[in-house]
């Protein structure tokens, strides 16, 4: 029996809400600040990389102060340039291209703004081949740590402690929609266990990556068997 347990239904937006209203409540939740954390101490990181590769994995005692000079110049001057290309300020959630460029092109920059400051400021003798070696190390490095995030808050798992267990019913368009909406709104605090849908053609089938459990006449058995709290009703307009 469908009405034995909670159910919401949606209709052209996500249970009466309007898709602006989302996504600027999810705005609010997905703060960037941890870059301001994060960013300086991947920098740091990446220029020992490129003093490691450099002297394959055995950096020479004296070669501690050359590291000393060049993290220092190398994180302050990426630091003003990612604020610059307002790096700081975009959603790790949402990580896309044109983010992916603007990165490649921070880093580029930053590292053509530190090259002469380290070669004016730093002792005699620095190797000029850590610059192209910084540049890679950072740019793989600052792109690894977004694409990471994006794949974590994005996953089910990062929900899975907290959010409700639920059930789409409705495994069309609508019901995709659903999904989307949810897990790019984690304040909504739902787990989509999978889908239900009339059509047993469906059953089985996996729709971004969550399945169709089986039709409506296993239901009961379903919200069992999972654990179930609610089940979201997607219809179309």
């Known amino acids: 029996d ?11 937006l996500v249970f009466k809400m309007r ?15 941890g870059l301001w954390l994060i960013d300086p101490a991947t ?24 590291i000393l000079y060049a993290v220092s110049i190398w994180v302050v001057v990426k630091l003003i340039v990612f604020r610059l290309f307002g790096l700081h300020r975009r959603f790790w959630r949402y990580v896309s291209v044109p983010d992916v460029v603007s990165l490649c092109l921070g880093n580029f920059t930053a590292s053509l703004i530190a090259c002469p400051i380290i070669v004016l400021l730093a002792p005699p003798g620095f190797p000029r081949s850590l610059f192209v070696l910084d540049l890679l190390s950072c740019t793989c490095a ?5 694409l990471l995030a994006r794949i974590w808050l994005n996953s089910e798992w990062s929900r ?31 787990m989509v266990c999978g889908f ?18 089986g039709t409506g006449s296993a239901l009961n ?9 609610e089940v979201l009703i997607a219809m179309a307009a």
């Open 2 to 12: 469908l009405h034995s347990f909670p159910t919401r239904r949606s209709s052209d």
């Open 196 to 213: 239900i849908d009339d059509k047993a053609a469906k059953s089985g089938l996996l729709i971004q990556g969550t399945k169709v459990l």
């Open 160 to 190: 899975r402690a907290r959010g409700k267990r639920i059930l789409i019913y409705g495994a069309g368009h609508a019901g995709v929609r659903l999904l989307r909406e949810i897990r790019s709104s984690p304040e909504l605090g739902y």
């Open 142 to 146: 600052t792109g690894g740590v977004r």
């Open 43 to 66: 920098f740091a990181f990446s220029a020992w990389c490129a003093f490691v590769l450099r002297f394959e994995l055995q950096v020479p005692q004296y070669e501690v102060r050359n």
């Open 19 to 33: 898709l602006s209203e989302l996504s600027s409540a999810a705005a609010r939740t997905l703060s960037p600040r």
């Open 221 to 229: 058995m379903l919200v069992t068997k999972h654990r179930i709290e």
